[in-house]
């Protein structure tokens, strides 16, 4: 039997940052996925850290954690929303882990003896890990971060550059993604930044295939020509990525400016003709809500909105699930802790407390907890959101006076959140924290059991304290019900207060398995117990 022939998708940025690669990429394994071919994703950051772990969510946005626990750039969240596809760590690779497994190569004589050079040893690294994931797809797509002209990027692109040399042009693909900016004042799009950033990848050895021309506005037949003429680039493949309400409308745009036919072209591989019914159709309830509900987010890093992607994402996801639109108030909880910010809590149908790290802001979001809980409004807690909702029960219903988490204060009395054993001997915090799926036994006639209508369900974690179960007798005792539970290391996975409209909170991240045709359970009946509250005020304060 003949080996099928790997085939390649290089997708690069240029001119500016933040033009959307990973949304660009996640799009093209969504209409190929739709055209019936198997696909798989690759994340090359330049940054040397080994992985964005340790990094400040204000720097990077956020971690995104895939099954087999590695923490990932964000656009792996993206690729997992928008397609079929399950990653793991072979799919995002750093500068820091290519370099890393040269020198380790280097250090145990794998080299005998040669001088180690950014090419070929680095290259072929990235070249091996390339090929690695791309064995049993039909179409490996393989986004390079950073922009064209940054240092940090070329080993990166030099390793792409000789991809089409070793697989030929029949199976690889570079995909560039560019600005076309509209300048209001002349009320004109201008094609020479996307001119100048063709010309530079063209100066490293890389000559575009097909490019996506981020805009306001439309490119027009004879813009398209002029930018296919200055870039050597066919007509029909210069793409319209012209900006959309909503991310989840990309793939239909590109599908319409025909890049799906392109690339099959390109590519020289049969696929049957593509069925968007289903994309069509939640792009229909998007459009068109029947309603809507507002949900307060209460954390520290509100000011950038890409710490809590998957998250804003999730909750999006169970808006629509029950056709209505989300807004989504960030409240800042260090304002909270002035008694400032107050108001936003009261607008909200639902408060939602996201996982963190670190002290700050502690007493605010214990505020908006403390506030949900008494004034009975619909509360969903998330890793430190459930550490520091029994934090706020311990306080205000156990009466355990100063209780805490011993990650805020080491000697507390009554802590009721505390590091397992093994994390007490960890001395690198990367990678180090219980990370990835595990399983969680669901108690019956519980809020858990009636999203998931399931005694066994897996989420993935990323957290080191956990709650102590030497006072779960005290919680019983004052109303909590303790409904979800790792078995085998019998830790607590969630926590709900039975007298409660909704008040649930987990110690993993459901939002990181969340899709928009498949939302999350607990999103879905958060958003449920969220509207059903908003229709009980509207009740209670209609005219007579």
Excluded at 63 to 69: A, I, K, Q
Excluded at 238 to 267: C, M, N, Q, W
Excluded at 278 to 286: F, P, S, V, Y
Excluded at 419 to 435: A, C, P
Aim: with cysteine; aromatic share 8%; proline share 4%.
């Amino acid at each position: 039997m003949t080996k099928k022939q790997q085939k390649f998708i290089f997708v690069t940025g240029g001119v500016i940052s933040s033009l959307g690669k990973g949304i660009a990429a996640a799009s093209i394994g969504n209409i190929l996925e739709n055209r019936g071919l198997t696909i798989t994703f690759q994340k090359f950051d330049p940054y040397i850290n080994i992985d964005p772990g340790t990094m400040n969510p204000f720097q990077h946005g956020e971690v995104y954690v895939t099954e087999d626990g590695t923490e990932t750039d964000l656009d792996l969240g993206h690729y997992e929303r928008f397609t079929n596809v399950s990653l793991s760590k072979l799919n995002n690779y750093t500068t820091g882990k290519i370099y890393y497994s040269v020198i380790s190569k280097e250090r145990r004589g794998d080299y005998l003896g040669n001088t180690i050079q950014v090419v070929p040893h680095i290259t072929n690294e990235i070249k091996e890990k390339i090929v690695e994931i791309a064995k049993n797809v039909d179409v490996a797509i393989i986004e390079i971060g950073g922009t064209v002209g940054d240092i940090e990027s070329l080993p990166f692109l030099e390793a792409i550059r000789q991809m089409r040399n070793d697989f030929g042009a029949e199976n690889t693909i570079y995909i560039h993604l560019t600005y076309v900016p509209y300048i209001q004042s002349a009320d004109e799009l201008k094609t020479k930044p996307t001119q100048h950033s063709v010309k530079q990848l063209r100066e490293i050895g890389i000559q575009p295939d097909i490019l996506l021309c981020r805009t306001e506005k439309e490119i027009s037949k004879e813009m398209k020509e002029k930018i296919s003429l200055f870039c050597n680039v066919p007509v029909d493949a210069v793409i319209t990525a012209r900006d959309v309400p909503s991310i989840y409308e990309v793939p239909l745009i590109f599908h319409h400016e025909g890049l799906d036919d392109k690339i099959i072209e390109l590519l020289n591989i049969w696929t049957r003709k593509p069925e968007f019914k289903e994309w069509t159709a939640l792009l229909e309830r998007i459009k068109n809500p029947q309603g809507n509900v507002t949900i307060g987010i209460v954390g520290k890093y509100v000011d950038l909105k890409e710490s809590y992607k998957s998250l804003s994402e999730a909750l999006f996801h169970g808006g629509i699930a029950h056709n209505v639109k989300v807004k989504l108030e960030y409240i800042d909880a260090t304002l909270l802790e002035k008694n400032k910010g107050i108001n936003k809590l009261k607008k909200a149908d639902g408060i939602l407390v996201p996982g963190g790290f670190g002290d700050r802001g502690i007493d605010g979001k214990i505020k908006a907890i403390k506030y949900a809980r008494e004034h009975r409004i619909p509360y969903f807690g998330i890793c430190l959101g459930m550490q520091l909702a029994v934090i706020e029960i311990a306080r205000n219903v156990c009466k355990l006076k100063n209780a805490s988490s011993t990650e805020f204060n080491p000697r507390c009395e009554y802590n009721v959140i505390d590091l397992m054993e093994e994390q007490k001997e960890v001395k690198d915090l990367g990678g180090s924290m219980r990370l990835g799926a595990y399983p969680c036994k669901i108690l019956k006639n519980s809020k858990a059991y009636e999203a998931y209508e399931d005694e066994m369900i897996s989420e993935r974690h990323r957290h080191r304290y956990e709650f102590n179960n030497k006072f779960k007798d005290d919680f019983t005792k004052h109303g909590v019900l303790f409904s979800g539970r790792y078995v085998q290391r019998n830790l607590v996975e969630i926590i709900e207060l039975e007298d409660h409209p909704f008040f649930l909170a987990c110690q993993f991240h459901p939002e990181l398995k969340s899709k928009p045709l498949n939302p999350h359970p607990l999103f879905r009946t958060f958003i449920k117990a969220s509207l059903e509250q908003k229709k009980a005020l509207l009740t209670t304060n209609a005219p007579p």
